[in-house]
């Protein structure tokens, strides 16, 4: 490494979760997913099937990330009437992520949908972790049998769109792939040109985590630790008798490791560099509380 770089590591956890959009007693069982989510504390929070009403007054996203003190960003989608406490409600199932860190942008690409399905998209968001840029993408696929080439059509679109986000250190893609762990879908992602690839997922799960990395950067040290990939939130709470969800959420550990140049002292810069190193620090530290 040049004399002039060094090394900086970021250490955080992210977690994927399907929560369940409003089944069984709605409001009773986010009480009990909020508990678990909040003993669990991860750094970023990828959820699929958020249930949100028309009027939002009832929106699972951001009742999580006040609860939890996160920043979120959320993409309502596949609109139809859903039933909330027996009575019919219009309402979405979108995606969101839950974020500690800043949120410098959000997007979103439509996805190859299924007749039989409905709308699939993709959901990315622009992180700040410490000066690192890490790009996060959010996905839940199409899950009717025999789908198996509409979601490797998904999966490739979505791997297009990775390979071209040259703006960032690292890419952290999770979600619901409904794929199992040796369904061909999910080899575009693993064998991305230009790219190492990490991945955590229990056997037999279709949640996933991805950590995407430019072979021509620095490499991840331990991109994944996966002392602890799954949190039970599929067991009934003894309290209200309920399921926080159907399946377990899948949860990991990373440490990336992302190449910095080093600063001179201020003092010995000359008067235009001087400037532009205030105004970068400066804006770091807006993002940094804007954060908190």
């Not at 900086?8 to 409001?27: G, K, L, N």
């Not at 069982?29 to 990828?46: C, E, K, N, Y």
């Not at 991305?192 to 991805?210: I, S």
Request: proline share 6%; hydrophobic share 45%.
């Amino acid at each position: 490494m040049p004399h002039d770089m060094f090394s900086v590591h970021h250490r955080f956890t992210a977690m994927t979760f399907d929560t369940s959009s409003c089944r069984d007693d709605y409001r009773a069982r986010v009480d009990v997913m909020t508990q678990a989510l909040s003993l669990a504390a991860p750094d970023i929070l990828l959820l699929q099937n958020v249930f949100a009403t028309a009027d939002n007054r009832h929106n699972t996203a951001s009742h999580l990330a006040n609860a939890l003190h996160m920043q979120c960003a959320f993409l309502p989608v596949r609109p139809k009437i859903r039933y909330l406490d027996g009575r019919p409600t219009q309402s979405h199932n979108g995606l969101a992520i839950l974020s500690r860190h800043a949120v410098i942008d959000a997007g979103r690409i439509e996805l190859p949908c299924d007749p039989r399905d409905g709308e699939r998209i993709a959901q990315f968001v622009d992180l700040d972790i410490d000066g690192m840029r890490l790009m996060v993408a959010n996905i839940q696929l199409g899950h009717q049998a025999g789908a198996d080439a509409v979601r490797r059509h998904q999966i490739e679109t979505l791997a297009q769109r990775l390979a071209g986000a040259h703006d960032f250190d690292h890419i952290l893609v999770g979600g619901d792939f409904n794929a199992g762990p040796n369904e061909p879908a999910l080899a575009p992602i693993r064998e991305m040109h230009g790219f190492t690839v990490a991945e955590a997922a229990p056997e037999r799960c279709v949640d996933r985590l991805f950590v995407l990395t430019r072979e021509a950067a620095y490499r991840p040290i331990a991109p994944l630790t996966l002392a602890d990939t799954r949190l039970e939130l599929d067991r009934i709470d003894p309290i209200t008798n309920l399921f926080p969800a159907e399946r377990a959420a899948l949860m990991c550990e990373m440490t990336l490791n992302t190449a910095r140049e080093a600063l001179a002292p201020i003092s010995g810069l000359p008067g235009w560099a001087k400037g532009a190193r205030m105004r970068r620090e400066s804006a770091i530290s807006v993002l940094h509380t804007a954060a908190e």
